[in-house]
């Protein structure tokens, strides 16, 4: 009998599953279940680009790409970034292609990071930094950012974070769960602490469209940041195409060598027809992108009101596709609220505690669902809270 | 944002709460603009888009082509007030092209029914000089909304 505890490596057995997953196990074959869980837009792919990856196999591109990605698509991918964001990045030597924005944070921390390096993380944010750090032998650190707060992170704690083995600062921004955003004077003051620290900012921007009044500013943007940033971001969230499993991730030439080095060994490229849907999107997606942005922002402003106007306070998330509203005075845990509102109303959010400290008392709920659906949540929320006096 | 109208445009189901949520408005704001939109015709009626090939009921529709000699002084309009006056006609349009100048579209529980419409009652109709009926065999899309079903893909979960 082989005894695969013993065989396989211990980090990662000690890494926890995520919190989400039982919510999705009891929700299945659960009838008339709602989830407000999955982190995931509800669009399907606009028509044009399925169109352009349909193309390209017809034309019978199916070999690999260059090891980086498409020229055409690198260069669509500089265009937009300047375009968007203000960005400028070279094709050649400062884009890399990568299997959606999370192979790009795994190779960025990969190439990074030395065993007891330190990294910075806000919490609450995506599941995957953690653990990814961890996998690397190094510490992930996380600070807890505040309601009070609208959920940025500020410099006093990112100073109080910084010690001497502090490599790496994450910042998930647009942030999920939260919602929450970083403007530019936030970044700023970021920025003061960074300046003249050989810390490198990992900016995980993958619902940098996703912004709902002020545009979304990127930390390679602020003044002496851009040596010190790798922008990671990706098709999913911007163009709804999380299935097609393509990113990019942009940063200091050295950097993305070595990236690509390391990529080439475990990936050799992104999936060819998604790079040739992917250049659709970038050259003819911003209508797209608006309108989904303008479909989502009047189900945030649903949801928010909803459950403010029974009783939960919820900050008013300014970014991304999701809720985070504030369940204390319910007396329950995170937890304890999440597994009742789905056995009792058969709806699934996520308990704020499964994305780090600082999550609990919250929950998350995605508003990427249809107002039918929303509007049901809310009904049977209004039961619950109701059951619960 | 979307606005008020592209709102109920996309679904006039919204209640006025639903819709002041949305769009950060009070209730009474919106029921205000929407009566004021009702009022000025800018919002003309509320419809639903039904598959009626999913019922019982028979149905068809047909897309006629109506060519018209133009009235002095009063262009197509006259005419066009002759043809949308009868309960049958679903949709006319003045078209561009010089194929032919009105698309009149109609429904009816039987094709009898319709070439009843037009040899009785449309192409009678003083200055109309021609028309061409085409059946609808099937409809796929109306109103951005989808007739076929969508399959929808494997339930899948995520960690996100």
């Known amino acids: 009998m082989m005894d695969y505890g013993k065989i396989m490596c211990r980090r990662v057995q000690d890494i926890q599953p995520s919190g ?288 403010r106007s029974l009783g939960l306070p919820c900050f008013e998330p300014l970014g991304a596709f999701y809720t985070f509203p504030c369940i204390k005075s319910t007396g329950l845990t995170s937890e304890q609220f999440c597994d009742r509102f789905l056995a009792e109303q058969r709806v699934a959010v996520i308990p704020g505690s499964a994305f780090g400290p600082g999550g609990e008392g919250y929950v998350r709920a995605n508003y990427a669902a249809s107002m039918h659906d929303l509007d049901e949540v809310l009904k049977r929320l209004e039961r619950f809270l109701k059951s619960l006096h | 944002m979307k606005d008020l109208l592209q709102l109920l445009e996309d679904d006039s ?35 639903t888009i039904v598959d009626w090939d999913r019922t019982h009921r028979e149905s068809v529709t047909a897309l006629i082509e109506v060519s018209v000699t133009p009235q002095r002084g009063e262009g197509f309009d006259r005419i066009a007030q002759r043809i949308y006056q009868y309960e049958e006609v679903e949709s006319l349009y003045l078209m561009s092209g010089g194929a032919y100048d009105l698309t009149v579209i109609i429904s009816g529980r039987t094709l009898k029914e319709v070439a009843h419409f037009v040899g009785e009652k449309l192409a009678p109709i003083e200055g109309v000089t021609g028309t061409a009926t085409h059946f609808i065999l099937k409809k796929y899309k109306e109103k951005h909304l989808i007739f076929p079903v969508q399959e929808a893909q494997e339930e899948r979960f995520v960690f996100e």
Request: charged letters at 20%; glycine letters at 10%; aromatic letters at 8%.
């Open chain 1, 20 to 307: 989400i997953r039982k919510y999705f196990d009891m929700l299945q074959g659960m009838e008339g279940g709602i989830s407000l869980g999955i982190g995931e837009p509800d669009f399907v792919t606009p028509w044009h680009i399925r169109d352009a990856g349909i193309y390209s196999l017809e034309k019978g591109f199916t070999k690999y790409t260059p090891n980086a990605g498409l020229s055409d698509l690198r260069q669509a991918i500089a265009r937009y970034l300047e375009r968007r964001f203000g960005l400028g990045y070279a094709p050649i030597g400062q884009i890399l292609v990568t299997v959606g924005g999370s192979e790009g944070l795994d190779l960025t921390f990969r190439c990074l990071l030395e065993p007891g390096d330190e990294v910075i993380v806000p919490s609450p944010s995506f599941v995957c930094y953690g653990p990814l750090v961890s996998m690397l032998h190094s510490v992930p650190v996380m600070v807890e950012t505040k309601a009070e707060n609208d959920f940025r992170l500020t410099a006093d704690e990112l100073r109080a974070a910084i010690t001497p083995r502090t490599k790496v600062l994450v910042l998930p921004f647009p942030n999920n769960p939260t919602g929450g955003v970083m403007g530019r004077a936030d970044l700023e003051a970021l920025a003061e602490v960074l300046r003249g620290t050989d810390i490198m900012v990992v900016t995980d921007e993958i619902y940098a469209e996703l912004t709902y009044g002020q545009r979304h500013v990127s930390m390679a943007a602020i003044p002496d940041m851009y040596e010190r940033t790798v922008v990671v971001n990706g098709f999913s969230k911007a163009y709804s195409m999380t299935g097609w499993r393509l990113g990019y991730v942009c940063g200091p030439k050295p950097l993305i060598a070595a990236m690509t080095k390391l990529h080439q060994y475990a990936i050799m490229s992104a999936p060819t027809t998604s790079q040739y849907a992917a250049i659709e999107a970038l050259d003819h997606g911003d209508g797209d992108i608006e309108a989904m942005r303008d479909e989502y922002d009047g189900r945030r402003r649903f949801l928010v009101d909803g459950f």
């Open chain 2, 13 to 47: 189901t919204l209640t006025h709460a639903q819709l002041a949520a949305m769009t950060g408005l009070t209730q009474d704001e919106v029921s205000e603009a929407v009566a004021g939109y009702e009022r000025d015709r800018i919002i003309l009626g509320y419809k």
